[in-house]
């Protein structure tokens, strides 16, 4: 009988070590588990800024009516064609290699000057209707570019919206009236 009372008191003392090193190692892989959580959100907050600063920019944007002619005019009824003119901005972080720009423009009521309605592209997880679109090869440096879209449709007097797209994000805009 005493070799199983002390047998029972060997493990008792022996389960009391164990669960305090349970208890310590349930401690630690808390703190582990806290300290991974912060650092996958530093993480991902390095990764947003980093995708940030890599986002082309576009500048010296601008939009000019041509008549039928191929001169410039500010007289709606007499353009056919828009030229979209602008510089994609140096950015040495952001991935370089053909880019496709893709170019809104939007009349005074809102509509989007379309050459055929099946012409989209994704943009914050839409598919969006697009007036015209380029391959560009970017380096990383001051890229210029120029973009022309032939209008089928009416042109009215007002205001006129551009927006340019690369990389599923908006780059660039700028309006211009038309009398």
């Known amino acids: 009988m005493k070799s199983f009372v002390r047998q029972i008191d060997s493990l008792n003392t022996r389960n009391i070590e164990l669960t305090e090193e349970n208890q310590s190692i349930k401690k630690q892989y808390h703190s582990a588990e806290k300290k991974n959580k912060q650092l996958s959100e530093k993480f991902k907050e390095a990764r947003n800024k980093v995708e940030l600063a890599s986002t082309i920019r576009a500048i010296d944007l601008n939009l000019e009516a041509y008549n039928k002619k191929g001169k410039l005019t500010t007289r709606a009824r007499k353009v056919r064609r828009f030229g979209i003119k602008f510089k994609l901005d140096e950015n040495l972080i952001a991935p370089t290699g053909v880019k496709q720009v893709y170019i809104r423009i939007t009349d005074p009521e809102d509509h989007i000057l379309l050459e055929n309605e099946k012409l989209t592209f994704k943009f914050d997880g839409e598919e969006i209707v697009y007036s015209a679109v380029r391959s560009i090869e970017y380096n990383g440096k001051v ?37």
């Open 143 to 179: 890229t210029p570019a120029s973009v022309y879209f032939e209008s089928k449709q009416k042109v009215l007097s007002g205001s006129y919206q551009v927006d340019i797209f690369c990389d599923g994000k908006m780059i660039g805009e700028t309006t211009v009236t038309l009398k």
